[in-house]
């Protein structure tokens, strides 16, 4: 989570230049297309996760980038291909406190800094980019100027419990994380790293503090 200045100014113009580029291409009436229904696969998943899935590919707003969707509400992650068929779904770790926004200036702090109220996993659209935390491990940056990733489960302190949180049947077991998405080390392994490891691709953090349509209909404006 903790960013340093000096790295953040570099990968902020790189990253900033990506996003223009890779922005949603809103049209007029976008939002009476009929939705295509995305393909989970047979995978258990909530209406507004399927919702969201099926508004990015009625809009083509992942730009034929692969996509992920992360279902706060439900802690759980899916990864799609360009295509829109689903490569894989996990649970996933979030941040201990709900909400929808960052704090501002939050990647920059020490992580010991981070307030427990302030440890929100930010809803929203962002270009991630695959790339290295401070300790060399590979990452996929979602926003890299708060210092929100989706990374592998970390060995933690024994009272976090994470693996056991992680196979929990309740969402509410899945708040510990500073901000990330953490998913299990095979996940990310076989799905995360070779969809979104080598090239960007397109995260959707559905919030849970408003309607997922709000999510959307912000960009198509």
């Not at 939705?35 to 083509?60: H, I, K, N, Q, T």
């Not at 210092?147 to 309740?170: K, M, N, T, V, Y």
């Amino acid at each position: 989570m903790s960013i340093k200045s000096s790295m953040l100014r570099a990968a902020a113009l790189a990253l900033g230049a990506l996003a223009l580029l890779a922005a949603p291409m809103a049209k007029a009436g976008s939002e009476a297309q009929p939705l295509l229904p995305a393909d989970f696969a047979g995978e258990a998943a909530s209406a507004e996760a399927r919702y969201a899935a099926s508004r990015v590919l009625a809009a083509s707003d992942h730009l034929g980038l692969p996509f992920v969707i992360v279902d706060k509400k439900n802690a759980k992650m899916f990864v799609f291909g360009p295509g829109g068929r689903l490569r894989g779904a996990s649970a996933v770790l979030l941040g201990l406190a709900s909400g929808d926004h960052a704090v501002p200036g939050i990647g920059e702090r020490e992580l010991s800094r981070i307030l427990p109220a302030e440890r929100t996993t930010p809803a929203g659209r962002f270009v991630s980019q695959p790339g290295r935390n401070l300790q060399g491990e590979e990452v996929v940056w979602v926003n890299y100027r708060d210092g929100l990733a989706i990374h592998r489960l970390r060995p933690g302190s024994s009272q976090e419990q994470r693996a056991q949180r992680l196979a929990s049947g309740s969402p509410a077991d899945n708040r510990i994380s500073l901000g990330c998405v953490v998913v299990p080390v095979a996940f990310y392994e076989a799905v995360v790293g070779p969809t979104l490891g080598r090239n960007p691709g397109v995260v959707y953090v559905l919030p849970e503090d408003s309607p997922v349509h709000a999510l959307f209909d912000a960009h198509a404006q």
